[in-house]
C-alpha cells in the first residue's frame, strides 16, 4: 500500500472549484440572454454566436498546437470569450465579420501573450474594438428591431429620423439637436417630445425586458441580470466591479446628462441602454484583466464608469461600454501595485 | 442524535457538513477574524469518542529534535536501562527542550530514523520490558497550588513541555518575555480550526478540570490575571464543559468563536479574543498575550501536580481507510503503524498520510514513524479522496486575496518567488505568511501557493545566511 503515497506541500485538501468550473457558469449565466436575443433577432443570433464560438476555439487550438503547448480548448475560456464577443455585435453583421473578429480576438487578445491568465485585455473587447475600427459602418448601421418592438424602444412616427437608431444613438442625436442654437424651434419641439418619450416607463420597460435594438447580447437586462445573480451566488463575480461601475455611470448620468443643466438626467435610462449591463457585470468582472482586491475593484468600476460616462455623454460615440473596460484593463497593473490591502498588523512606516 | 447509536458505531460514509454546521459557523456576533475558508471538518468521524489509553508500545523511537529550536542531546548510551519519564536528551541551550523515555526498557538504538516532518532524524530507540515503571524523579508535588513563578517555569522546561498544537514551540521561552513586554492576557487555543482532528476538542470534555489548572499556573508564571479560553463554537459540548469548570472571580472567560479556518492561528486568534492585532513581524508578547494550545495547559498540569515529563500526548487518528477512527492518549516515540493496527487496521487503499490537519498538515511517505510532541494527529486519505489536480495559470480571480488570513496578495507573492524576485517578495509581506493554506485552498487554478511560500522563505534564509558568512569573511580580511 506504501508504494503509491502521495508526498506534496499543504494544504492538502481544496475547495470544489476549478479554472472549468468558473468558465461553464459563466457560460450558464450567459444562456438566459442568448436565448433572450433569439427571441428578439431570430434565429440569426444563433449562427452568429455558435460561429464565433467554433472560430474561438480553433484558433485556440490551432495556436496551441503552433505553441507545442496542452490543448487547453475545453477549458471553457474560449467559449466564453466567443458567446462575450457576439453578444457585443449587431445582430445583422455579415457573416464574415464574426469569422474575423473571433480570429482576433483570440489570436491577438489571447494566445499573443501566452493564453489564459496572460492576456491584459479582454479578448472579446478586443475583437469587438478590432471589429469596430475596422468595419465601422457594419458595426454601427446593421442594427435589428426586436420583435413587435422598435429599435429605439420608443413608437415611429412616419419616417422619422430622430427614432431610427438604438436608444443611445437617438439620445445622443436629440441632445446634439436640442444644444445646437441653430436648430429650428419644431426641431427641438420634436427632440424634446423625442426625450420625453425616452424618459417614460414604456421605453424603459422595452430597455429592462430588451425589446429594443442593439447588440445581440446587451439587450434585455433582465435576462443578463438573472445569469449575473447566479455568478454572484457562485461567487464567480464580485459585487465590487458591478456595483460600482452603474452606480458611477447613473449618477453622472443624472448629474450631467440631462438636456436641462446639471441634476436633469435620467440615470435609469442611462444605465438600462446599451450594453452597460453586460458589460459591467460579464467583461468588466474578467477575472484575468481587473484588479485582485476589493479596493482595486471599486477603482476599477469607478474608472470604466467614468469613462463609459465620458464616451457617452461627451465623445463621438454613443456607447463607451467596451472601450472604457479595456482602458481600465490597461490600467489595472497599475491599481494593483497601489492598492495592495493593509497587510495584518502592518504598521505605517514614516516617509 | 442520542437516538440510533448502534448506527453511528458503524464505519461512516465520506460525510458533508451538517446544515446546522455551517449556520452555526455564520452567526452574526460571534467572535472571529477577518479572512479565512471554510473547509468541511469532517469531525464527526471522531469528536463523539473518547479519549483511550493506546497499549503500552514494545519499542518506542524518540526523536532528540522534536521542537522548534536544537535538538537535545543524548545523556544515555545504548544499553542503558530507563524507567518512563527518566531524562534521556538533555536540552542544548535556551530555545531546547529536553526529552524523556516514554516506556520503561533499554535503550537499543541511537541513530537516525524516519521523523514525520521529513527524512531521517537522530533519535533514542527504546525496547520496552513491559513494566511500565515510572521512573524516580516522578513524583506528585503537594504543594503544586503555592509553585513560584519561576519554580513553575523551571518545571515546564524540564518537563520537556512545547506548544502541543502543531507548531511545537518550546513552552518555557513563551513564558519568558523580557520585563519590557507585561503581559496581561493568556489565551488558551481550542479552536482546533484544523478539519478532521478531534484531541483538543476530547482533552476539554473529558479533562476540563486539568487544562484550567494548567492555565492557572501559566498566569501565575506571566503575573496576569486575565485567561480566556477560545473555542470554535461547532464544539458546544467543550465548550460548556469548559464553562461548567470554571470557578467565579478565576479572571477566567470561555469564549465561543466563529467556525473559521484558521480560527486557532496565534495571531487571528488574539485578533478575535481581544481585538489586538500583532504587528507585522512582531510576537503576540508585543500587545501583552501568550496564547498556549489547551493541550499544552494539560501537559503543565500533569507536570507541576504530578511531576510527570511529557512522554505521552492524546491525538487523533482518523481518515476514512482507517477501520476505527479514534482519539488515543499515546506515548511519545510510538510508531503509527503500530497505532494503525492497534484501530482496527486499514481497509481499502491509502493515498495520502498526513501528519497533522489537511490544511497544514505534513505529506508522509511511510507509516513507520514516531509519534512526536506537536503530532495532533495521523489523518489517512483513500486515493479518491486526494487532490492531485494540476496547477493551471493564474486566473487572478482575487480569491487568495479574500481568503488570506494575513491580508496578504498571495498570487502576486506566488509570481515574485517563482520569478526569483525574493526581495520584492519579502517587501510585500511573504515572512507574515503562516502557511495557513488558505490562499491554495479556494484557488481554482489549483496552484501550489504554499509551497513557493515555503521555498520563497527558505531561498530567503539562505540568502541571509550567505549574506553573514560573507560579511564575517571581510571583517576578518
Given at each position: 500500500m506504501q508504494e503509491h503515497l502521495l508526498v506534496s506541500a499543504s494544504p492538502h485538501i481544496r475547495q470544489d472549484v476549478s479554472v472549468p468550473k468558473v468558465m461553464y457558469g459563466v457560460v450558464i449565466a450567459l444562456v438566459p440572454a442568448l436565448i433572450g436575443s433569439i427571441y428578439f433577432y431570430g434565429l440569426r443570433a444563433l449562427w452568429i454566436t455558435i460561429l464565433t464560438v467554433l472560430v474561438c476555439l480553433v484558433t485556440e487550438a490551432a495556436i496551441q498546437r503552433m505553441r507545442k503547448v496542452?490543448?487547453?480548448?475545453?477549458?471553457?475560456s474560449a467559449i466564453v470569450t466567443g458567446i462575450l464577443l457576439a453578444f457585443n455585435l449587431p445582430p445583422g453583421v455579415p457573416w464574415w465579420l464574426p469569422l474575423v473578429g473571433a480570429f482576433f480576438a483570440m489570436a491577438i487578445g489571447k494566445q499573443v501573450f501566452g493564453g489564459l491568465g496572460f492576456n491584459p485585455l479582454n479578448p472579446a473587447l478586443v475583437g469587438r474594438a478590432f471589429l469596430l475600427a475596422s468595419w465601422p459602418v457594419h458595426m454601427t448601421t446593421t442594427w435589428m428591431a426586436g420583435r413587435d418592438g422598435t429599435l429605439s424602444g420608443i413608437p415611429m412616427r412616419g419616417i422619422d429620423v430622430l427614432t431610427q437608431a438604438t436608444p443611445l444613438a437617438v439620445l445622443e442625436k436629440v441632445n446634439e439637436i436640442i444644444a445646437d442654437p441653430s436648430s429650428a424651434p419644431h426641431q427641438i419641439v420634436q427632440a424634446r417630445q423625442v426625450l420625453l418619450e425616452l424618459g417614460s416607463s414604456d421605453s424603459i420597460v422595452n430597455l429592462f425586458v430588451g425589446n429594443v435594438g442593439g447588440c445581440i447580447g446587451e439587450t434585455s437586462a433582465l435576462l443578463l441580470l438573472m445569469g449575473a445573480a447566479y455568478l454572484m451566488f457562485k461567487r464567480y463575480i464580485g459585487w465590487h466591479i458591478p456595483l460600482s461601475y452603474i452606480v458611477t455611470v447613473g449618477v453622472l448620468a443624472w448629474i450631467f446628462g440631462g438636456?436641462?443643466?446639471?441634476?436633469?438626467?435620467n440615470a435609469l435610462f442611462h444605465v438600462l441602454a446599451g450594453g452597460l449591463i453586460l458589460g459591467a457585470f460579464f467583461m468588466a468582472t474578467d477575472m484575468v484583466t481587473s484588479p485582485v482586491s476589493p479596493k482595486g475593484m471599486l477603482i476599477f468600476g469607478v474608472g470604466c464608469g467614468v469613462l463609459t460616462s465620458v464616451i457617452r455623454?461627451?465623445?463621438?460615440?454613443?456607447?463607451g461600454v467596451s472601450y472604457s473596460i479595456l482602458l481600465m484593463n490597461v490600467a489595472t497593473p497599475l491599481i494593483d501595485r497601489h492598492t495592495r490591502p493593509k497587510r495584518f498588523g502592518e504598521v505605517k512606516k514614516d516617509g | 442524535m442520542n437516538q440510533g447509536s448502534g448506527r453511528e458505531a458503524a464505519v461512516p460514509a465520506v460525510p458533508r457538513p451538517a446544515l446546522s454546521e455551517w449556520t452555526r459557523g455564520r452567526t452574526l456576533g460571534l467572535k472571529t477574524f477577518s479572512g479565512g475558508v471554510h473547509p468541511p471538518t469532517f469531525k464527526n468521524l471522531t469528536e463523539g469518542i473518547e479519549i483511550t489509553a493506546a497499549a503500552l508500545p514494545e519499542r518506542v523511537v524518540i526523536p532528540l529534535g522534536q521542537s522548534l529550536g536544537a535538538p537535545a542531546e543524548p545523556c544515555v548510551s545504548i544499553g542503558d536501562e530507563v524507567k518512563v519519564g527518566q531524562k534521556i536528551g538533555e536540552a542544548a541551550g535556551f530555545v531546547s527542550v529536553p526529552v524523556h523515555a516514554s516506556i520503561a526498557g533499554k535503550v537499543a538504538a541511537i541513530g537516525r530514523f524516519p521523523h514525520p516532518v521529513g527524512g531521517e532524524r537522530p533519535a533514542i530507540v527504546i525496547e520496552g520490558d513491559g513494566t511500565d515503571e515510572w521512573h524516580e524523579s516522578v513524583c506528585p508535588r503537594e504543594n503544586a497550588g503555592e509553585l513560584t513563578p519561576d519554580e513553575i517555569r523551571d518545571i515546564i522546561r524540564e518537563a520537556g513541555i512545547v506548544g502541543l498544537g502543531g507548531a511545537a514551540f518550546p513552552t518555557h521561552v513563551k513564558l519568558s518575555p523580557p520585563e519590557s513586554k507585561p503581559i496581561d492576557t493568556v489565551i488558551l487555543n481550542g479552536a482546533e480550526c484544523e478539519p478532521w482532528l478531534t484531541a483538543d476538542h476530547r482533552l476539554m470534555v473529558e479533562r476540563p478540570t486539568e487544562i484550567l489548572e494548567g492555565l492557572r499556573l501559566i498566569m501565575r508564571v506571566l503575573g496576569c490575571d486575565r485567561g480566556f479560553v477560545g473555542i470554535e463554537e461547532n464544539k458546544p459540548d467543550a465548550i460548556e464543559a469548559m464553562r461548567a469548570a470554571v470557578s467565579d472571580g478565576s479572571g477566567i472567560q470561555v469564549e465561543g468563536l466563529r467556525v473559521k479556518y484558521p480560527q486557532g492561528a496565534e495571531k487571528q486568534l488574539i485578533d478575535a479574543v481581544t481585538r489586538r492585532r500583532v504587528p507585522s513581524g512582531g510576537l503576540p508578547m508585543d500587545v501583552g498575550a501568550v496564547v498556549q494550545n489547551v493541550g499544552t495547559a494539560y501537559a503543565v498540569h500533569q507536570a507541576c501536580y504530578l511531576g510527570r515529563p511529557l512522554v505521552e500526548r492524546v491525538a487523533t487518528f482518523t481518515?476514512?481507510?482507517?477501520a476505527k477512527p479514534g482519539n488515543l492518549s499515546v506515548r511519545i516515540g510510538t510508531l503509527v503503524s503500530g497505532l494503525v493496527d492497534e484501530l482496527g487496521g486499514i481497509t481499502g487503499d491509502v493515498g495520502k498520510i498526513i501528519s497533522g490537519g489537511p490544511m497544514m498538515g505534513i505529506a508522509q511517505?511511510?507509516?513507520?514513524?514516531p509519534v512526536i510532541k506537536g503530532m495532533s494527529g495521523m489523518l489517512l486519505f483513500a486515493p479518491g479522496e486526494i487532490d492531485d489536480a494540476p496547477p493551471e495559470p493564474c486566473l487572478r480571480c482575487g480569491h487568495c486575496v479574500d481568503a488570506c488570513p494575513m491580508k496578504l496578495v498571495p498570487t502576486t507573492i506566488e509570481k515574485y518567488v517563482m520569478a526569483d524576485m525574493i526581495d520584492e517578495a519579502v517587501a510585500i509581506g511573504l515572512q507574515d505568511c503562516m502557511e495557513c493554506g488558505s490562499c491554495a485552498y479556494v484557488c481554482p487554478s489549483k496552484r501550489q501557493l504554499v509551497h513557493y511560500f515555503k521555498y520563497g522563505k527558505y531561498i530567503a534564509s539562505e540568502r541571509r545566511k550567505a549574506e553573514v558568512t560573507e560579511a564575517t569573511k571581510d571583517e576578518e580580511k
Open positions: 496542452p490543448v487547453t480548448i475545453f477549458d471553457g438636456a436641462d443643466g446639471l441634476f436633469s438626467g455623454l461627451i465623445g463621438g460615440y454613443p456607447e | 481518515g476514512t481507510p482507517l511517505f511511510t507509516l513507520d514513524v
